[in-house]
């Protein structure tokens, strides 16, 4: 009898230590993709003028991601304005007086808060999903082998 109970609890504590890791293999692995993604702003509306300054919503642009299209479907061409990637303050330098004052939309990628620049620590971050997801195997097989009565050693 005090062996049915021990592996009943066994059981038991192989099927809640399954559902923990699943339920947190799923947060972790958006975590963990948060840190390697760009994001994307399409059609910000900005309304320049010239030799003012407007600031976007995001900072941290990707470079040569930023452009802007009027209502007609006319893209601003880069003459026309300059921008501090880290900051996102665009400065309007308008060379035809018929651009400026137009609403623009304004499209562009940047680096979210929790974006990692460093290549080699995206690749690490990104085997922490599979490592986590093979920590929770290994306890899973142990108490398995426990309950029916072996020992790791016995694998090797």
Do not use: H
Request: proline fraction near 2%.
């Amino acid at each position: 009898m005090v062996e049915m109970s021990k592996q009943m609890g066994f059981l038991i504590t192989f099927f809640v230590l399954f559902i923990i890791g699943v339920n947190l293999l799923i947060p972790i692995a958006d975590q963990v993709a948060g840190t390697s993604q760009l994001r994307s702003v399409v059609n910000e509306s900005v309304t320049p003028t010239n030799g003012s300054t407007n600031t976007l919503a995001n900072i941290d642009l990707q470079s040569g991601s930023l452009g802007f299209v009027n209502s007609s479907g006319t893209t601003l061409g880069t003459a026309n304005f300059s921008v501090d990637l880290a900051t996102a303050v665009v400065t309007w330098t308008f060379s035809e007086t018929n651009q400026n004052e137009t609403d623009y939309n304004a499209s562009y990628t940047f680096f979210p808060d929790e974006y990692v620049k460093d290549g080699t620590s995206r690749t690490i971050l990104s085997l922490v999903t599979l490592f986590f997801a093979l920590a929770v195997l290994l306890l899973l097989l142990g108490l398995f082998m426990i309950m029916s009565g072996n020992s790791f050693r016995d694998l090797f």
